[in-house]
């Protein structure tokens, strides 16, 4: 009967979805289906499995913009089908863009006269931005070996070992070195003394790290660009100083002022800072600032004659949305230099009370400093029983996502766990976790974990003296420790 067969194919329009046959079914993952689904279908199928993603507003590894105003929310549904390339067809989109380099560069201090246009470009975020930084450097060194008719193939960068993975990226991809400087014990930014040291005739930049994403620490842009100032005029060579502001590039403006990293240092020649971090917008906007239009050499430029008009670019990609950059005009323009210093400060103030709420615990030690990006990062003072990883995993228990990592070389031996405090994280939230890491602490130190390696390695040292163990007694000791965290966890379970 044609009627029942309509209604056994259970259109969503007539049944619900949940009545319909497409929750039954499993959904295509490698090939595409034959045949459409009906979109309230496949709304609630997706909408669903996302379910099952972390929550980004409890995602603390993470410093990417995870909530802004609704006003703004409003313009980027507005914009989100806008290519940001049609800068003919867009030309408001196209001059918010140039608004922004302005006000950025100012904020960095670009030595610019009153009528000059700074030099910059929005990206996708700081790693394109350092991709196009690090072509810049790359180019200008080699025209100036060419012309001194030099070698030109062997160029290298000078960084700490500390660097985020986009330069390692950078350098994979267009054929640079890195030079790392090593990082030690107590000691997790590049050292000016050794990175100076390092710089050759085929370094084509220095680059330095405002807000290292290991511990949020600055390096000290300052030493760096004096101890070269030197070792320039020694060698009669001029290498340049890149910032990788991602993170710091919006707090040093604002919480420290007076800090000296930007382009008021002669060597510094470009900056990157992530919009989409301290810059306060979602996730897709970066930006790189040149001090001077010749740091930028005219040959990476491409005129396009694109749509009726001659477009210069300087980016990898072709096609963007537009939306990010809208967003990122809204921001320093609703919030100007008073509200961006007020989110900060309030920033600096809940990772205050974050850390002062893991030291009195007695059991971190704080590997983050005061002065720096607003983030927390410290690592057990005793983590041979239970260590970080596991912290990470139980906190999990409890929505939070902390991320445990160990450090580059040589400081590998030190596994830190890392909260970015973002403007969304209050003080509630931050009491909230340090409750909830006092939990986990007395979880773990009724778990047997790695206490039962320690047992089985048959000695036990419990208050000094050494207790040899049989096997039996070994495998009891586990089975009881393993029962009351069970039994602890009914009880703890049951409350909530
Ligand atoms: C986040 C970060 C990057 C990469 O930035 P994206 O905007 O995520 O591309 C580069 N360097 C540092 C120091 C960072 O913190």
């Excluded at 370094?203 to 070269?228: H, M, P, W, Y």
Aim: hydrophobic share 40%.
């Amino acid at each position: 009967m044609v009627l029942s067969k309509t209604v056994s194919q259970s259109d969503v329009s007539i049944s619900s979805t949940f009545g319909s046959r497409y929750v039954r079914a499993s959904l295509p993952r490698f090939k595409m289906g034959e045949n459409s689904i009906p979109k309230e279908a496949a709304y609630q199928i997706i909408n669903d499995e996302l379910m099952l993603d972390g929550n980004p507003r409890l995602n603390l590894a993470s410093f990417v913009t995870t909530w802004m105003e609704p006003e703004c929310d409003k313009l980027i549904m507005a914009s989100v089908n806008k290519n940001y390339v049609d800068m003919d067809e867009y030309p408001v989109t196209t001059e918010l863009q140039n608004r922004c380099v302005n006000m950025i560069a100012h904020l960095f201090n670009a030595p610019l006269g009153e009528v000059e246009t700074a030099v910059g470009v929005g990206t996708v975020g700081s790693s394109e931005a350092i991709m196009l930084a690090g072509l810049a450097f790359k180019r200008k060194w080699q025209n100036k070996m060419k012309a001194l008719g030099k070698p030109f193939d062997k160029p290298n960068i000078v960084t700490g070992a500390n660097v985020q993975v986009c330069w390692e990226k950078f350098a994979r991809y267009f054929e640079v070195e890195l030079k790392e400087v090593k990082l030690r014990d107590g000691y997790y930014v590049m050292d000016p003394e050794k990175a100076v040291e390092m710089v050759d005739e085929n370094t084509i930049c220095v680059a330095a790290i405002l807000g290292s994403t290991l511990n949020g620490e600055f390096e000290d842009v300052k030493r760096v660009n004096d101890l070269l100032v030197k070792k320039n005029k020694e060698t009669g060579w001029d290498t340049p100083i890149h910032v990788d502001a991602a993170s710091g590039g919006f707090i040093a403006p604002f919480l420290y002022p007076e800090l000296e990293w930007d382009f008021r240092l002669p060597l510094v020649k470009s900056i990157n800072v992530s919009g989409h971090k301290y810059g306060l917008v979602y996730a897709g906007i970066g930006w790189v600032i040149w001090r001077n239009k010749e740091d930028l050499p005219d040959e990476l430029i491409f005129h396009i004659n694109y749509l009726g008009a001659d477009q210069p670019t300087f980016t990898l990609n072709f096609s963007k949305g537009s939306s990010q950059i809208i967003a990122q005009y809204y921001q320093l323009i609703r919030l100007g230099r008073e509200g961006y210093t007020n989110i900060m400060e309030n920033c600096q103030e809940n990772a205050n009370i974050l850390k002062e709420g893991l030291e009195k615990t007695g059991r971190f030690n704080i590997v983050s400093k005061d002065h720096g990006v607003p983030l927390v990062a410290f690592s057990l003072k005793d983590n041979s029983y239970h260590n970080e990883f596991e912290v990470s995993d139980l906190l999990r228990r409890f929505g939070w996502i902390v991320p445990a990592y160990t450090m580059p070389p040589d400081a590998q031996h030190i596994t830190v766990l890392r909260v970015v405090i973002r403007e969304d994280f209050s003080r509630t939230l931050a009491e909230r976790l340090v409750s909830d890491i006092v939990k986990v602490l007395h979880e773990l130190d009724s778990l047997p974990g790695k206490v039962a390696e320690k047992l089985t390695t048959e000695e036990n040292v419990e208050l000094g003296k050494i207790v040899k163990k049989t096997a039996e007694e070994v495998q009891r000791d586990i089975t009881i420790a393993w029962r009351k965290f069970v039994a602890d966890r009914k009880k703890t379970m049951g409350v909530c």
